[in-house]
């Protein structure tokens, strides 16, 4: 070792020891920042299999293989398989015309966009009563046509299309932003079209953040509860999700079986956390390589 | 023409995505909201004065957003500690935590509930060490702080990370040599630069907690005027078909909503534009 380095090591300690805590509030910050993190994170998430295996193995797996909860399971699946693409959809869609075009009124489509995030759950379930239920503007119309939407599967697609709308265009207007508009520009100057722009220019530049949207707003469409709540009616076997089908059996004083399925529900939740941490690992590419040169080359590749 | 609506562009799909925007927001969030308003212009004023001022109400009112305000208070203090915590230190299981943070924002509120009322039961994991101090948290008021708090603990840390991500370490530096001690440079050089991001997680952890209902109404006790939460007692009457009550609670809530995202949107712009001045 020679001295120019040992200078420059001490150099480098020096300044860390400027900008850093003694060791003594360094770990207090972090046992503080633990003990706050177990009791509100680690001990509900373990919490949560604890109760749902308290009855063992068998107690477990009997919760998920019967009627009501089979039939919650599949329409929670059928709700998610109806709103997740619409979303999705309308995501990509709003993200485009946002990150891509100067328009007039641009700031009240974002404040528009991002409303049902601020509303309560409970009066984005009330706002569909009011519409669809016996006293509302469609109620009278719908009875006569016999057509059900509330307390039935329209009623609870709507109001979870209405909670879960923001989430795949939150993701995607940040990054479409920074990512600019010069290579879809290209694009069309060298003669492409649009169909073929955005599936071999656009789509590839946001795979990432659209798989992460289209599985946090898969999350929040197969748990929403309270949204779900006002406009479902409860009905055991046809309209109960599986929110609703844990709130149930825990007021039944089913703890066992509530837990269970609401393990499902949480491992759901875990999944989404650990693809959104991958996903930001990957989103770290286009952002580091947005000067054009490198742009140009990775095209090439491609 | 001077006024130009929108920006020549050679790029495609503009009339296309902007229509089916204005279209499916129209569809699924315009017209169900504006629903709420009309409803409620129907309500004689003394009427909607009535239903929106019954002690019950007021009751709730208090208990909403004062636990809703204590629980975010709650979060900017630990909210800012673990923050920190994740972007200046190095310590086993870190980057687990970091993506952990997010849990209670993923997780459906019904598992919250349960799960939070299991736990703070008298027989629970933490219950049955406070039920022998005399605290009692499932079913009082204390629950519904613990519900709020577990809610809003994503908000302060994800709107104060990024800051101190970009926290430029030479004007730490510079207060260091400059002779400021480490409490010094902290109060004078840092705290100022994270105090909008601060703000703005806070209002967003109260803001989530003000319309919460599914984490909260199973660790509740939901008793009128002592556990009832406001989006609880809008539930309570759509069950009795009181539409009217209902929709005036709602009125209430999604204005005191409306002001607070627009409190948000104005925190953020500060925000921003401390930061571009730099």
């Known amino acids: 070792m020679n001295a120019v380095t040992i200078i420059a090591d001490k150099d480098l300690q020096w300044k860390e020891s400027l900008t850093t805590e003694s060791v003594f509030v360094r770990r207090s910050l972090i046992a503080a920042a633990f003990l706050y993190l177990t009791l509100f994170l680690f001990i509900p998430l373990a919490a949560v299999f604890a109760e749902a295996l308290k009855g063992g193995i068998l107690a477990y797996v009997g919760s998920f293989l019967n009627e009501d909860a089979l039939a919650a399971i599949r329409l929670t699946l059928l709700v998610a398989s109806v709103v997740v693409p619409l979303n999705a959809l309308f995501g990509v869609a709003a993200a485009w015309v946002i990150a891509?075009?100067?328009?007039?009124?641009?700031?009240?489509?974002?404040?528009?966009?991002?409303?049902?995030?601020?509303?309560s759950p409970v009066i984005s379930g009330l706002i569909y009563v009011l519409l669809f239920g016996l006293q509302g503007w469609f109620g009278p119309w719908l009875a006569d046509h016999d057509i059900k939407i509330l307390f039935a599967l329209p009623g609870i697609v709507l109001a979870t299309i209405f909670v879960t709308v923001p989430f795949v265009v939150r993701e995607l207007i940040p990054l479409m932003q920074s990512q600019?508009?010069?290579?879809?520009?290209?694009?069309?100057?060298?003669?492409?079209?649009?169909?073929?722009?955005?599936?071999?220019?656009?789509?590839?530049?946001?795979?990432?953040?659209?798989?992460?949207?289209?599985?946090?707003?898969?999350?929040?469409?197969?748990?929403?509860?309270?949204?779900?709540?006002?406009?479902?009616?409860?009905?055991?076997?046809?309209?109960?999700?599986?929110?609703?089908?844990?709130?149930?059996?825990?007021?039944?004083?089913?703890?066992?079986?509530?837990?269970?399925?609401?393990?499902?529900?949480?491992?759901?939740?875990?999944?989404t956390l650990a693809v959104k941490a991958i996903v930001e690992r990957k989103a770290h590419f286009p952002t580091i390589v947005a000067d054009p040169i490198s742009n140009v080359q990775t095209g090439s590749i491609r | 023409m001077s006024f130009i609506l929108k920006q020549p562009s050679v790029l495609p799909g503009f009339a296309l995505t902007l229509g089916f925007t204005l279209f499916y927001l129209g569809v699924i969030v315009l017209i169900p909201l504006s629903g709420l308003f009309v409803k409620t212009s129907t309500l004689p004023w003394e009427q909607f004065w009535g239903i929106t001022t019954t002690p019950r109400a007021i009751a709730s009112y208090q208990l909403t957003f004062g636990a809703s305000f204590v629980g975010a208070i709650i979060n900017g203090l630990f909210g800012s500690i673990i923050a920190w915590v994740l972007v200046r230190y190095q310590f086993p299981g870190r980057s687990a935590i970091d993506a952990l943070v997010d849990l209670p924002f993923a997780l459906p509120t019904a598992v919250s509930g349960i799960t939070l009322a299991a736990i703070y039961s008298s027989n629970g994991w933490i219950g049955r060490f406070l039920e022998p101090l005399g605290i009692k948290v499932a079913f009082t008021p204390l629950g519904i702080l613990v519900a709020l708090t577990f809610i809003g603990l994503p908000f302060v840390v994800r709107t104060v990370q990024p800051v101190l991500q970009d926290l430029d370490k030479e004007v730490e530096e510079a207060a260091a040599t400059l002779g400021a001690n480490r409490w010094q440079t902290f109060r004078a050089v840092i705290v100022p630069e994270l105090w909008p991001a601060l703000l703005t997680g806070i209002a967003m952890a109260f803001a989530r907690s003000v319309g919460e209902y599914g984490s909260v109404i199973f660790i509740a006790g939901n008793m009128p005027l002592k556990s009832e939460i406001t989006p609880l007692l809008i539930m309570t009457k759509l069950e009795q078909y009181d539409y009217a009550g209902a929709t005036a609670l709602g009125v209430v809530m999604l204005v005191v909503s409306f002001v607070l995202a627009l409190a948000i949107n104005l925190l953020q712009w500060w925000s921003s534009t401390r930061h571009m001045n730099q």
């Open chain 1, 100 to 119: 891509k075009f100067d328009f007039v009124g641009k700031q009240i489509l974002i404040t528009l966009i991002d409303m049902p995030l601020a509303v």
């Open chain 1, 180 to 271: 600019g508009r010069e290579e879809e520009e290209a694009a069309i100057t060298l003669g492409a079209s649009g169909w073929q722009m955005f599936t071999r220019v656009t789509l590839p530049n946001i795979k990432w953040s659209l798989l992460y949207g289209v599985i946090l707003c898969n999350a929040r469409a197969m748990g929403e509860f309270g949204a779900v709540s006002v406009v479902s009616g409860h009905i055991r076997g046809l309209t109960n999700t599986m929110p609703l089908h844990v709130e149930i059996l825990y007021n039944e004083y089913n703890a066992v079986s509530a837990f269970a399925v609401a393990s499902l529900l949480t491992l759901l939740a875990v999944v």
